[in-house]
T-cell receptor
Framework: GQQLNQSPQSMFIQEGEDVSMNCTSSSIFNTWLWYKQDPGEGPVLLIALYKAGELTSNGRLTAQFGITRKDSFLNISASIPSDVGIYFCAGPRSNTGNQFYFGTGTSLTVIP | DTGVSQNPRHKITKRGQNVTFRCDPISEHNRLYWYRQTLGQGPEFLTYFQNEAQLEKSRLLSDRFSAERPKGSFSTLEIQRTEQGDSAMYLC???????????????FGEGSWLTVV
C-alpha cells in the first residue's frame, strides 16, 4: 500500500535541543496526523492538520501541513526526557478518510 | 477513562489456537478501525466499520481473520488457527465522522499484544 516516508529514521539529541522531523508522500493528502508511541502502548495523537499551509501548535510541539499537500513537518522545542518515543505521521487514503496510512516512524532519544 | 479500550492487553497462544480481541471505542464515535503493528513498523490498516457495517477490509486480513461490530458499539477481532506470523500488536482506533467531513481524526487504544508460540 501507500508508503509515507519519514525522516530521519532516528535521532539522538541532548535535552533542551530542538527537534525537527518530516514526512513525505507521493500522493496528495487532505489531512495529516502526528502521533507519538511509547514502547508497548498505542499511538497517542499529538496534532491534527486539515488545511494546506496550516501551522498548529500543541505546547512545545508545532506541526505544519505542507503547501504541496504532500508533506508535513513536526518540530519539538526544548526537548525533555519524556519526549523519547517513536513519532508517526499518518494521512488518509481518500477524502473520506476510510483508511489511514502511517509512516515508518522517527525514533527519538533524548540524552539528559 | 473515556478513551478506546482494548483487552486483553497481552495474549500468548499456541500455534493453531483461536484468539479473540475486544475493542470498546470512544462512546460517541461511529467509526471503528483495526490495525496491526509489528516491531519497527507503523500501524497497517486491517479493516474498519461504520456503525455496525464492515465497509472495507485490507488484503492483509486473511480468511482466518474475522471482525465484527454487532451493535455498532464494541468490536471483536478473531484470529483462527493462529500462525507465528500473526504475532504482532493489534490496535483498535475510533473516530467520529460528521457530515461536514471537515477532517477525520482517529484515536487509538493501548493495543493488544499477540505472541504465537
Amino acid at each position: 500500500g501507500q508508503q509515507l516516508n519519514q525522516s530521519p529514521q532516528s535521532m539522538f539529541i541532548q535535552e533542551g535541543e530542538d527537534v525537527s522531523m518530516n514526512c513525505t508522500s507521493s500522493s496528495i493528502f487532505n489531512t495529516w496526523l502526528w502521533y507519538k508511541q511509547d514502547p508497548g502502548e498505542g499511538p497517542v495523537l499529538l496534532i491534527a492538520l486539515y488545511k494546506a499551509g496550516e501551522l498548529t501548535s500543541n505546547g512545545r510541539l508545532t506541526a505544519q501541513f505542507g503547501i504541496t499537500r504532500k508533506d508535513s513537518f513536526l518540530n519539538i522545542s526544548a526537548s525533555i526526557p519524556s519526549d523519547v518515543g517513536i513519532y508517526f505521521c499518518a494521512g488518509p487514503r481518500s477524502n473520506t478518510g476510510n483508511q489511514f496510512y502511517f509512516g515508518t516512524g522517527t525514533s527519538l532519544t533524548v540524552i539528559p | 477513562d473515556t478513551g478506546v479500550s482494548q483487552n486483553p492487553r497481552h495474549k500468548i497462544t499456541k500455534r493453531g489456537q483461536n484468539v479473540t480481541f475486544r475493542c470498546d471505542p470512544i462512546s460517541e464515535h461511529n467509526r471503528l478501525y483495526w490495525y496491526r503493528q509489528t516491531l519497527g513498523q507503523g500501524p497497517e490498516f486491517l479493516t474498519y466499520f461504520q456503525n455496525e457495517a464492515q465497509l472495507e477490509k485490507s488484503r492483509l486480513l486473511s480468511d482466518r481473520f474475522s471482525a465484527e461490530r454487532p451493535k455498532g458499539s464494541f468490536s471483536t477481532l478473531e484470529i483462527q488457527r493462529t500462525e507465528q506470523g500473526d504475532s504482532a500488536m493489534y490496535l483498535c482506533a475510533s473516530s467520529l465522522v460528521n457530515l461536514r467531513a471537515v477532517g477525520n481524526t482517529i484515536y487509538f487504544g493501548e493495543g493488544s499484544w499477540l505472541t504465537v508460540v
